[in-house]
C-alpha cells in the first residue's frame, strides 16, 4: 500500500505566502511525474503545476512567477512554494503521483492526496 499526505494549507492573506506538501511512503519503487491540482468552489479541477523525475518543470498560466513546484526523491515528496498569493488562488489543492511499487514495478500506479485547503482573504 502507498500513502500519500498533504499538509501547509491554511489561511494567507492576498500577497502572503505559503508552502504545501506531499509526502508519500509505503511499497513504493520510483515515482515519475508528480504534480498539483486545485478545485475552488463551484468549479473544475485544473492542473497547477507539473514536475519530471528529472526535474523538468511546467506551471499553469495564472500561476507563473508566483508558485514553485520541487521535489525530494530521498523523500518522496513534492512540495509547492505559493508566493505573492491572490484570492483566486482560494481551493483545495491535491498532489497526484505516478508511480511503481516494489511488489509490481510493472505497472504504474496513480495517487492522490487527501487535499488541503487554501483561502486567501484580508
Known amino acids: 500500500q502507498v500513502q500519500l499526505v498533504e499538509s501547509g494549507g491554511g489561511l494567507v492573506q492576498p500577497g502572503g505566502s505559503l508552502r504545501l506538501s506531499c509526502a508519500a511512503s509505503g511499497d513504493i519503487f520510483s515515482i515519475d511525474v508528480m504534480r498539483w491540482y486545485r478545485q475552488a468552489p463551484g468549479k473544475q479541477r485544473e492542473l497547477v503545476a507539473t514536475i519530471t523525475r528529472g526535474g523538468t518543470t511546467n506551471y499553469a498560466d495564472s500561476v507563473k512567477g508566483r508558485f514553485t513546484i520541487s521535489r525530494d526523491n530521498v523523500k518522496n515528496t513534492v512540495y509547492l512554494q505559493q508566493n505573492s498569493l491572490k484570492p483566486e488562488d482560494t481551493a483545495v489543492y491535491y498532489c497526484?503521483?505516478?508511480?511503481?511499487?516494489?511488489?509490481?514495478?510493472?505497472?504504474?500506479?496513480?495517487?492522490w492526496g487527501q487535499g488541503t485547503q487554501v483561502t486567501v482573504s484580508s
Open positions: 497526484n503521483l505516478f508511480l511503481t511499487r516494489v511488489a509490481d514495478r510493472r505497472k504504474i500506479y496513480q495517487y
